[in-house]
């Protein structure tokens, strides 16, 4: 078994920067495909970003041009930057692996954006 830890939530006001962090435990976390995905109150979890083993990444049109998904595999960690945060980027955040069939997930940081 293996962990995702997700970190560097909070609040912030509308126009400021966050950086999530995942930190993971998997062994095969330099050739696995890395995620994150939000959950706002009351709508169905949704792709964010996610990052291929080799650095390709893919946006939710929503972000594109304000969020950047990039990975250091020495340090098992995938990164979010977040830019020019809306109101509507509220949400908890999650990190994703997919291994095999399955998707596991870690426990959630919440990004609260105020006016």
């Known amino acids: 078994q293996f962990q995702l830890v997700e970190s560097g939530g909070g609040p912030v006001q509308a126009g400021d920067s966050l950086r999530l962090s995942c930190l993971s435990s998997?062994?095969?976390?330099?050739?696995?495909?890395m995620g994150w995905y939000r959950q706002a109150p009351g709508k169905q979890r949704e792709l964010v970003a996610t990052i291929t083993s080799g650095g390709g990444t893919n946006y939710a049109d929503s972000v594109k041009g304000r969020f950047t998904i990039s990975r250091d595999n020495a340090k098992n960690t995938v990164y979010l930057q977040m830019n020019s945060l809306k109101l509507e980027d509220t949400a908890v955040y999650y990190c994703n692996v997919k291994v095999g069939l399955y998707d596991y997930w870690g426990q959630g940081t919440q990004v609260t954006v105020s006016s």
């Open positions: 998997l062994r095969t976390f330099s050739t696995s495909a």
